[in-house]
């Protein structure tokens, strides 16, 4: 597991707020790295992990705001965490964009059924990314 991102206070100008908690859970090292440097430097904290293996206890021990999920990761894929976060209280009070490579309407569909919020097709627009995450966390966001 690698720590990305800024502390958990931001200073921006004279304003002073904590910054969000981003849980990215992204197999590809370079998608993983670029997408961890880019919101932290949006002001995000931002824990990213490379499987699913230690998802659930890294989501009990982190806390996210939000959860960016690669459907396609090793041990424990991205449906069968969203299906195991649907039994649980979290599911309802953390939000999770999923950011895949599949682009096939029947995936993008099962992600929503199975509590995404939204979804992007890889390549994604880092700027479309940023203000659906801004969207989701309102008042939480940098």
């Given at each position: 597991?690698?720590?990305?991102?800024?502390?958990?206070?931001?200073?921006?100008?004279?304003?002073?707020?904590?910054?969000s908690?981003?849980?990215?859970?992204?197999?590809?090292e370079?998608?993983?790295?670029?997408?961890?440097?880019?919101?932290?430097?949006?002001?995000?904290?931002?824990?990213?992990?490379?499987?699913?293996?230690?998802?659930?206890?890294?989501?009990?021990?982190?806390?996210?705001?939000?959860?960016l999920?690669?459907?396609?990761?090793?041990?424990?894929?991205?449906?069968?965490?969203?299906?195991?976060l649907?039994?649980?209280p979290?599911?309802?009070?953390?939000?999770?964009?999923?950011?895949?490579?599949?682009?096939?309407k029947?995936?993008?569909?099962?992600?929503?059924?199975?509590?995404?919020?939204?979804?992007f097709?890889?390549?994604?627009?880092?700027?479309?990314l940023?203000?659906?995450?801004?969207?989701?966390l309102?008042?939480?966001?940098?």
């Amino acid at each position: 597991m690698a720590k990305s991102g800024q502390g958990s206070v931001i200073h921006s100008g004279t304003q002073k707020f904590l910054s969000s908690r981003i849980l990215l859970v992204e197999d590809h090292e370079i998608s993983r790295q670029l997408l961890s440097d880019y919101l932290g430097c949006l002001g995000y904290q931002v824990l990213a992990i490379a499987d699913g293996k230690a998802f659930f206890s890294t989501l009990a021990s982190f806390q996210p705001d939000l959860i960016l999920l690669d459907l396609k990761i090793p041990y424990l894929d991205g449906y069968s965490i969203l299906k195991q976060l649907q039994g649980l209280p979290i599911a309802q009070q953390v939000p999770i964009i999923v950011v895949s490579a599949y682009a096939f309407k029947s995936d993008q569909q099962r992600a929503f059924s199975l509590g995404a919020k939204k979804y992007f097709v890889k390549p994604i627009n880092l700027s479309q990314l940023r203000d659906a995450i801004q969207e989701i966390l309102g008042g939480l966001t940098p």
